[in-house]
């Protein structure tokens, strides 16, 4: 049974359009959820984090929104770049325990 | 920058083979970890260690094992490759519970 499941496992994104990915969990235990970035050939990168007492975290152009009743959150990158393209996770964890979703594959068009 | 670093990034082995997959990370962390990541399933845990000596079962165990003898490294070991053995293995080490660091990944094919 999968613990977080990510949506949609594809995105095509217009330069300078808003790219959204959007996860949901059932464990109300989990206290953390990270998103992470992968480039081809390259390990998952730490993108950004958010803890469940905000609702709202943004760096730069990516944001999480988190909805704690609901158990979603979803990851929105601003003004996307052909750079952004690459393959995200989100993940929850538990007592050091990460569990990831299936990742998005996304695809920024100059 | 911590680093955690993959012995290999692509092997090719043959079926019944023993395979060791090494990992090192360098910023004295206590937590290591395996995954395999594959198309449409995500990352998913093989073992994990919160220390020296010690290991714990992930989500998938099944044929594989860890070693852990030193603190900057973990090694996972396929005992006999297998065909359904073949994707990208990935290790990541933490300090603590939050904020993994993740190697480049070795990408294993068993023929």
Same mark, same amino acid.
């Given at each position: 049974?999968?613990?977080?499941?990510? /949506?949609?496992?594809?995105?095509?994104?217009?330069?300078?359009? *808003? /790219? *959204?990915?959007?996860?949901?969990? #059932?464990?109300?235990? =989990?206290?953390?959820?990270?998103?992470?970035?992968?480039?081809?050939?390259?390990?998952?990168?730490?993108?950004?984090? *958010?803890?469940?007492?905000?609702? #709202?975290?943004? #760096?730069?152009?990516?944001?999480?929104?988190?909805?704690?009743?609901?158990?979603?959150?979803?990851?929105?990158?601003?003004?996307?770049?052909?750079?952004?393209?690459?393959?995200? =996770?989100?993940?929850? /964890?538990?007592?050091?325990?990460?569990?990831?979703? /299936?990742?998005?594959?996304?695809?920024?068009?100059? | 920058?911590?680093?955690?670093?993959?012995?290999?990034?692509?092997?090719?082995?043959?079926?019944?083979?023993?395979?060791?997959?090494?990992?090192?990370?360098?910023?004295?962390?206590?937590?290591?970890?395996?995954?395999?990541?594959? &198309?449409?399933?995500?990352?998913?845990?093989?073992?994990?260690?919160?220390?020296?000596?010690?290991?714990?079962?992930?989500?998938? &165990?099944?044929?594989?094992s860890v070693?852990?003898?030193?603190?900057?490294?973990?090694?996972?070991?396929?005992?006999?490759?297998?065909?359904?053995?073949?994707s990208m293995?990935?290790?990541?080490?933490? &300090?603590?519970?939050?904020?993994?660091?993740?190697?480049?990944?070795?990408?294993?094919?068993?023929?």
């Amino acid at each position: 049974q999968q613990q977080v499941k990510q /949506s949609p496992q594809s995105l095509i994104v217009q330069k300078g359009g *808003i /790219s *959204i990915i959007n996860c949901a969990y #059932e464990n109300t235990a =989990f206290d953390y959820f990270p998103w992470y970035q992968q480039f081809p050939g390259k390990g998952p990168a730490l993108l950004i984090a *958010i803890r469940p007492d905000v609702s #709202e975290k943004k #760096e730069g152009r990516f944001t999480i929104s988190f909805n704690k009743s609901a158990k979603q959150f979803s990851l929105h990158i601003m003004d996307s770049q052909p750079g952004d393209s690459a393959t995200y =996770f989100c993940a929850a /964890s538990n007592f050091n325990k990460f569990y990831f979703g /299936s990742g998005t594959k996304l695809n920024v068009k100059p | 920058d911590v680093k955690v670093t993959q012995s290999s990034r692509y092997l090719v082995k043959r079926t019944g083979e023993k395979v060791f997959l090494e990992c090192v990370q360098d910023m004295d962390h206590e937590n290591m970890f395996w995954y395999r990541q594959d &198309p449409g399933l995500g990352l998913r845990l093989i073992y994990f260690s919160y220390d020296v000596k010690m290991k714990e079962k992930g989500d998938i &165990p099944e044929g594989y094992s860890v070693s852990r003898e030193k603190k900057e490294r973990f090694s996972l070991i396929l005992e006999s490759a297998s065909t359904n053995q073949t994707s990208m293995y990935l290790c990541a080490s933490s &300090p603590s519970s939050y904020g993994y660091t993740f190697g480049s990944g070795t990408r294993l094919t068993v023929v």
